[in-house]
């Protein structure tokens, strides 16, 4: 008599689990759905595929007003190759067509999800995209008080304390003034 240790799983048989419900398939499921329903999906996979075709696709686009709010909330994606693909996404629309940065939405969703990302090379694209947004005009009060908010509020997580001084030196360094910036 065997163990039930011993006993073979499935019976002896080879047992798959899909990660999708029986009644689809992954290639239906990416391909049959339009890139905003992609875009919002709970599987991660199909959250990656779809922001690589948003990255096409925004690269041959000539209207960009309708994919800032997709790339922002991208940008706070729990995958993080979603989230490094989306901060390509948005250095795509810097690069082409840059926002008015007025509210301090996206420097906030930079700081806190992407400049804290465990990826360096997240880390960097946040860096990079920090110094676009630096060079568009007005941006640099904006930018100087989004991250003196960080560093004046108290309670504020380490991590995110250490994200702000880490953008903070090369932002400074090229386009604000260190002094003011110091006197927080």
């Known amino acids: 008599m065997m163990n039930l240790d011993e006993l073979p799983v499935g019976q002896g048989q080879k047992f798959e689990?899909?990660?999708?419900?029986?009644?689809?398939?992954?290639?239906?499921?990416?391909?049959?759905?339009?890139?905003?329903?992609?875009?919002?999906?709970?599987?991660?996979?199909?959250?990656?595929?779809?922001?690589?075709?948003?990255?096409?696709e925004i690269s041959e686009a000539s209207s960009f007003a309708e994919y800032y709010p997709a790339v922002q909330k991208l940008l706070s994606d729990s995958h993080p190759g979603a989230q490094e693909k989306a901060l390509d996404c948005l250095m795509i629309l810097l690069d082409k067509k840059p926002p008015n940065v007025s509210d301090d939405e996206l420097i906030s969703v930079l700081i806190e999800k992407c400049i804290t990302s465990a990826k360096a090379g997240t880390k960097t694209k946040a860096v990079d995209c920090f110094l676009i947004l630096a060079e568009l005009p007005n941006a640099q009060s904006v930018i100087y008080d989004a991250l003196k908010?960080?560093?004046?509020?108290?309670?504020?997580?380490?991590?995110?304390?250490?994200?702000?001084?880490?953008?903070?030196?090369?932002?400074?360094?090229?386009?604000?003034?260190?002094?003011?910036?110091?006197?927080?």
């Open 17 to 56: 689990v899909s990660e999708l419900p029986p009644e689809t398939s992954a290639a239906s499921s990416t391909s049959t759905l339009p890139l905003k329903e992609r875009l919002k999906s709970k599987n991660p996979k199909v959250r990656f595929e779809a922001t690589t075709d948003l990255l096409k």
């Open 149 to 184: 908010s960080y560093l004046a509020t108290k309670g504020t997580a380490a991590k995110i304390l250490v994200a702000v001084l880490h953008c903070l030196h090369p932002v400074s360094y090229t386009h604000l003034t260190l002094p003011t910036i110091c006197s927080v």
